[in-house]
């Protein structure tokens, strides 16, 4: 399974491809996508969905992963971030890829085994689990990678279990049937 993780920011969205059978992992690239905070808000959204668009086309995973929004300063910075999500749900959407999203309490407890671990310990159980020489230097790429692994160990687990979600689809919910509209 081929995933690409995003951690989704307004000035660094850091990504991270991996390829996964399940039980080990592979890095296949990973990087920052750098936008001035001085470009207007289009712009910079512009610069991260083709960025991203570029990467699916390269690279080809088979699923995106994303991680909630958890924490923001302000009503300003979350919306921000939500306009961030959207493009790079948008990305993967365009290319038929499904998106999962992870809570960060997911996406740490799966990577280090406990939920409210360090950036520090993130960093390190990513080098551990990739067999890279050192740590990614960027908090952002180590939080991709982190995502992206965390994708593969529930959906591992989901498909042990049976559970049909183990592609990695949106928690959508079922389509509905439409309702008679009675005048």
């Known amino acids: 399974m081929r995933v690409l993780g995003i951690d989704c920011g307004s000035q660094r969205t850091g990504y991270g491809i991996i390829d996964s059978d399940g039980i080990s992992y592979e890095l296949v690239t990973c990087g920052v996508i750098r936008v001035s905070p001085r470009w207007p808000l289009p712009e910079r959204l512009l610069k991260i969905c083709e960025e991203l668009e570029r990467l699916v086309g390269d690279y080809s995973p088979q699923v995106a992963a994303i991680e909630d929004v958890f924490f923001a300063r302000n009503v300003k910075s979350a919306l921000t971030l939500g306009h961030v999500r959207g493009v790079a749900m948008l990305a993967a959407a365009r290319a038929r890829i499904p998106v999962a999203e992870y809570s ?3 996406v740490k407890s799966s990577v280090v085994g406990y939920g409210r671990a360090e950036k520090r310990q993130v960093q390190h159980m990513v080098k ?3 067999r890279l020489p050192e740590p990614p230097e960027s908090e952002d790429t180590a939080d991709a990678l982190a995502i992206a692994i965390c994708h593969v160990n529930i959906a591992r687990a989901a498909q ?7 592609a990695g689809a949106s928690r959508r919910p079922a389509s509905r049937p ?6």
Not at 160 to 166: I, N, R
Not at 178 to 183: E, G, L, M, P
């Open 104 to 106: 960060p309490l997911q």
């Open 128 to 130: 551990v689990l990739l």
């Open 160 to 166: 042990a279990l049976g559970h049909p979600a183990a």
């Open 178 to 183: 439409r309702r008679k509209r009675i005048v």
